[in-house]
């Protein structure tokens, strides 16, 4: 009668690594007891086994290879009992204007139609994404992309944890397996880095290929691209560091919406919310329109964005002081800018005497 081993190389495997990628004659021992033969015969298994390969007398290793397979197969080493909410809180302050409620018609329909929003800075496309997310309270993941934005931080990769190599999902995963809305804020200033999205972009998920695993979107996964420019690059400096983006990446856009600041009345309406009991919110946004048709007509470089607005009526919030709180809002502007909308301010607003506090 042929000789049966008693145990089979995995179960051999599995028993001496248990607890460590790391193997020792004193767990030869215990192997040989677990499953009662002589010391010898384990010896001579594992040094035939090619998932080990020995240090020092006494000592053997997992290869690499399969140490990265252990690990793919380990559970998360900080499981967690119940995954954390990712829907944003719902701002009381928040005013919907502009592209909002198409965006939030995608979002509730579940229908994967990733949506473009382009639109100069502080006029509201990120907020107006999140607010739409938290009226709806679908999970919404914002991954903020740089020049130095690559697959690893997008998709996910091998994490040191606790001693020990774990594979960790990034927001893109992450997002594809909530069925989140996934916000990639300022998608302009990414490198070619960014093609590692063509498939999700297709509605088809990923394979992770470093953990041989295919994950599909999950219901109501969709993706929204924010960006000052259309992907095209910003050729009059206001935007500097954005790129072109590759044609094929832009054609995985179905739509593209254009933001512009909210009309005179809407961005009044803001600012009241934002701060109650400010006196000049009209004479505000009165002074940011004028300033904003004199920068598409060419006649100034610089906008007073919604964002610069809500900035001054904080400030003022603060400090009391109406012209402080307009000029150190200002004075991120070169002087010469900086004097030209003080200059317009007072010709707006009858109660400010721009001569008489210099004079002072």
């Not at 560091?241 to 909210?262: D, H, K």
């Amino acid at each position: 009668m042929p000789f049966q081993a008693k145990f089979t190389n995995e179960e051999l495997v599995s028993f001496l690594t248990n607890d460590s990628n790391e193997v020792t004659s004193s767990q030869i021992n215990e192997a040989a007891a677990h499953f009662g033969v002589q010391v010898q015969s384990v010896t001579k298994r594992v040094n035939k086994l090619p998932q080990f390969r020995k240090v020092t007398r006494g000592k053997w290793q997992l290869t690499i290879a399969e140490a990265l397979e252990k690990t793919y197969q380990a559970p998360s080493v900080e499981p967690k009992e119940e995954r954390t909410s990712l829907v944003p809180e719902e701002d009381s302050n928040f005013v919907k204007f502009g592209n909002f409620n198409d965006i939030k018609k995608i979002i509730k329909s579940k229908v994967f139609y990733p949506a473009f929003i382009t639109g100069l800075s502080g006029n509201g496309k990120t907020f107006s994404v999140e607010q739409a997310c938290a009226q709806l309270k679908r999970e919404f993941i914002r991954v903020n992309i740089t020049i130095e934005t690559d697959e690893d931080d997008l998709i996910g990769g091998f994490r040191l944890v606790n001693g020990s190599t774990v594979w960790h999902n990034g927001p893109v995963v992450e997002a594809l397996e909530r069925g989140a809305t996934l916000l990639l804020d300022e998608i302009d200033l990414a490198s070619n880095k960014i093609l590692c999205l063509q498939s999700i972009l297709e509605g088809k998920g990923v394979f992770l290929k470093k953990i041989g695993k295919h994950v599909l979107p999950a219901k109501g996964f969709n993706v929204i691209a924010t960006a000052n420019t259309k992907g095209k690059g910003s050729d009059d400096g206001r935007f500097i560091g954005t790129n072109v983006l590759n044609e094929a990446f832009l054609e995985r856009f179905p739509v593209t919406f254009e933001q512009s600041y909210p009309s005179v009345a809407i961005e009044q309406k803001i600012l009241e919310k934002e701060c109650e009991d400010i006196p000049f919110c009209k004479n505000l946004v009165d002074w940011a329109d004028i300033i904003r048709k004199t920068f598409f007509d060419g006649g100034v470089d610089e906008v007073i964005s919604t964002r610069r607005l809500v900035h001054i009526v904080r400030a003022y919030a603060i400090w009391g002081d109406k012209l402080k709180s307009i000029q150190v809002c200002l004075n991120r502007f070169d002087d010469e800018t900086k004097s030209a909308f003080l200059d317009l301010y007072d010709k707006v607003d009858a109660d400010v005497d721009l001569a008489e506090e210099n004079d002072s």
